[in-house]
């Protein structure tokens, strides 16, 4: 299949986010600032296209959605994705919408985060995208500064922000991350040479992106169902530039539901295949078949062992997926059968560099699953 070329991508309809846009790994896109195409349309026009997705938030929704609300720009629509909600969202959403003619509901049943976005991303009409969760909180300025930072930097295809960590009853949570160091994402990200890789990410929920390079991936990819945001980012940084404003312009609620934290280990191997997936673009490499396989089989070990026949020497990949796997805690991922094995494996890399820090790292993870296993079992 071959790939469309940008500017018909951008003068053309949207693409279908359903597709796994396998063009897109064929060979590497040549317009690194296509965004910047559309960029006076955006400041004329101004249209914000809010996609929340929504999935038994009766709790939240109400106050998540009166602080896109009460936005200082506003200059948006908001598009809210029922996830299949059982509770009483459905009711409260319905309530909204008649109350603010920008809100609008579709209906879906229950697909998960990446089905929602998608159906969002569909239904948009804005020159960019805000994303929005039915728990978090926007600051009344988020939307304003960042609609000027986008004004003010043509490279950048998506810019998010700070966060303030708060607990379910809405107070700050006493340890809080650390504002970024700068507005412009570090220069090792994207850098392959750096061990491990750093993605260029900015926290989802803050992220406010230009809608061309958006319908150019096509969207988040159906079998990214934890980590879709992470695969977002690398193919976003392919087109140009991802920022994080200094400035803590959302609140954003630590609770047990997350999803990252339900399914940890999916959440690992979603995160490194993406990864991997990543790399495989770097070399001009077609991954299309690897991730269709991972989305219908999910396992992850056996797509890694694919991603290091397919790339090669090119890339230490079962060295990433063990590292990647063992210090967040699931070896498995990586194809370790169980602790003694990411242990000798462990052991191993220090006797063959023992002065890196990162040999020391995984020794402690690997300790840290003993000991982890010995509280269990107490």
């Known amino acids: 299949m071959s790939r469309p070329s940008l500017r018909a991508a951008v ?3 949207h693409l279908d986010p359903r597709s796994s846009t396998s063009w897109f790994t064929e060979e590497r896109l040549d317009d690194r600032f296509v965004a910047a195409l559309a960029l006076d349309d955006i400041m004329q026009d101004g249209l914000i296209s809010v996609v929340l997705p929504v999935f038994n938030a009766e709790r939240t929704i109400s106050s998540a959605l009166l602080s896109v609300l009460r936005q200082t720009y506003d200059k948006f629509e908001v ?11 459905p009711e409260l959403l319905v309530d909204q919408a008649t109350r603010d003619q920008r809100v609008s ?4 049943p229950n697909r998960g ?5 998608n159906t969002g991303l569909a239904a948009a009409r804005g020159d960019l ?15 304003e500064k960042q609609v000027a930072h986008l004004a003010q930097h043509k490279a950048c295809v998506a810019v998010g922000c700070s966060m303030t960590l708060v607990d379910n009853d809405d107070f700050p949570l006493p340890k809080q991350q650390r504002t970024p160091y700068g507005v412009r994402l570090r220069d090792r990200c994207r850098d392959f040479r750096h061990f491990p890789p750093s993605s260029p990410a900015i926290p989802h929920p803050t992220a406010m992106i ?11 990819r159906p079998c990214f169902r934890s980590a879709q945001d992470r695969d977002l980012w690398w193919r976003l940084s392919e087109l140009g530039e991802i920022h994080c404003l200094p400035d803590r312009l959302l609140r954003y609620r630590r609770h047990e539901a997350a999803v990252s934290q339900r399914y940890p280990e999916r959440s690992v191997a979603d995160s490194l295949i993406s990864d991997l997936s990543a790399i495989a673009r770097h070399f001009g490499l077609d991954d299309s078949e690897l991730l269709d396989e991972y989305s219908s089989q ?20 079962q060295h990433l997926a063990s590292y990647r796997a063992i210090t967040r805690g699931h070896p498995s991922v990586a194809g370790h059968q169980n602790n003694s094995s990411a242990l000798r494996y462990s052991i191993l890399q220090l006797l063959r560099t023992p002065f890196s820090p990162k040999s020391y790292r995984l020794v402690s993870a690997t300790l840290s699953l003993d000991l982890q296993l010995s509280n269990a079992n107490d």
């Open 11 to 13: 003068s053309g309809p």
């Open 79 to 89: 598009i809210i994705v029922d996830d299949g909600s059982t509770d009483s969202s």
């Open 105 to 108: 509901i579709i209906r879906t």
């Open 113 to 117: 985060a990446t089905a929602a976005l």
């Open 129 to 143: 995208i805000a994303r929005m969760d039915a728990d978090d909180i926007s600051e009344p300025t988020r939307f």
């Open 210 to 220: 230009r809608s061309v390079p958006l319908k150019v991936i096509g969207g988040y």
């Open 298 to 317: 999910r396992v992850p070990s056996a797509t890694v062992q694919k991603y290091a026949r397919l790339l090669g020497q090119r890339y230490p990949v």
